[in-house]
């Protein structure tokens, strides 16, 4: 007993002196990112001075031609790159003194071209330098950024392009996928996806070839209603069979690709676990395509749950009273459109993350305690296309979770982390605390983003290896903050609402 004591004592020590160590590291690594983070806006400045200057001469020279106009319209880039900028009182003084504005003529407009193509193309490279920089620093997710940037500016710029996932296609650079269409001799027809070139002219005419057999669309969609013969829409990251029509189908495929980039670029210390380069690189193919299953008819949806789960009335008859869920067992995601919207997309998005965070920690059955598995999918469930069509997490405060926490707090009716932590699948999924899988979301937004994303490398690499099925792990050892102190500054962070 005195030796089996005497263990238990020495094996306590050694892992309390381990865990110490783990927290100690990631103090350290937590700094030195902070430091890094602190730097990269005069950092962002320096590497803008010579595009400001190329700017400021361009002016000039537009001022020289009356073109006030064209002038005024770099007047407002570079205010909004650097208001302080010192060339910018004297432009705007030579601009205002322009009395009759002129039209470029179409030489002129070519100069114009040219000179702003070169001074883009130097100001990616800087930010492609920049970006580089912030890799080494582990700011993964500003050099992402900054190399979004860089394609905006150059989109040629080749290590921005290669250092994304970009393959050259021709001329043109496209993803992987992309690329692997084109050379199969397919293209792109919107509305109806990747198609054989030679049938691409009759499908924008609203025609469809099945088994060699041209037929309108809508008899077509009539035929892949059917549930033996759904819509077969590939993707870069999924395979998407649908027995919606093909329209439809193409455009929930395209949203959950856009999905899939948003939970990318937002959680990419999570994607980046174990898998991260020396030199920038940001794509990371899956080793097959993630299935997603999506019934037209509710009744088709109820039919193959009750084959998926043959001799299971109870999970069958739970299963159907949703609109969908992912299964870890089969790898597969299932959805049906009767229930109404915006409900059906944001459940759509919740599940689809949690198969792309699955799926990519290859988890087994169990998977995380319910808080993170709810609140990372819940952070990301919320994601929206911008104008141009590039999907994100809604920024800062504007996230609905955050909004719907901070007026629990209001209520006092915010439940305490401690408890939230400690809840198991029942008691999370609690239909008399429906506000839980809120608080666990706008935990996690906060995590991500508060003091600039300090502790969000440490979280997702909790999130990683919670998913990976350490279920003991302790967020607290990962942040280095106790869950007291981390309910002081959340309930802050809400109180800010």
Known sequence: MKYSFSLAVCLLISSLALGSEFSARRAADRQARMAAAKDLPEALKRANESYLAALAGVCQWLASLQAKSDANTLLVEMTVLDPQNAALPGLKTSLEAIAAPAILNEAQQKELATRLKAARKSRATALAN???????????????????????????????????????????????????QLQKGNVYVPESGWVAAATAERVKKGEWCENGKWMPLDEANKLHKELAKPWAIETQHFMLMSTLSRKESVEIAERLEGLRQACYGEYLDFFLRDRRSPQ???????????????????????????????????????????????????????????????????????????????????????????????????????????????????????????????EMLQKNNLPPLAALFSYDNTAFHNPLNPGNADVASALCHFLMSTKDGAYAADFLDFVYDSYKGLRSANLSEYIGMDTAALEKEFQEYLKQQ
């Open 130 to 180: 920049l970006a580089a920089t912030c890799y080494r620093s582990g700011l993964l997710r500003m050099a992402y950024g900054l190399l979004v940037q860089v394609l905006d500016y150059d989109p040629d710029n080749p290590a921005a392009r290669q250092a994304l996932g970009y393959v050259r296609a021709g001329a043109e650079w496209k993803d992987a996928f992309a690329a692997q």
């Open 280 to 406: 920038m690189q940001f794509t990371h193919a899956l080793s097959k395509k993630m299935l997603v299953r999506l019934f037209a008819q509710k009744q088709d949806y109820d039919a193959e749950m009750k084959k998926e789960f043959k001799g299971q009335p109870a999970i069958q008859a739970l299963l159907m009273l949703f609109p969908g869920f992912y299964m870890q067992i089969t790898h597969t995601s299932y959805f049906n459109q009767a229930t109404p919207e915006p409900f059906r997309s944001l459940f759509m998005q919740n599940q689809v993350a949690s198969q792309i965070f699955s799926e990519y920690a290859q988890t087994g059955n169990i998977g995380p305690k319910p808080w993170i598995g709810a609140g990372i999918c819940g952070d990301a469930q919320y994601a929206l296309p911008d104008e141009t069509g590039r999907f994100s997490v809604p920024a800062g405060r504007k996230h609905p979770a955050v909004t719907k926490a901070a």
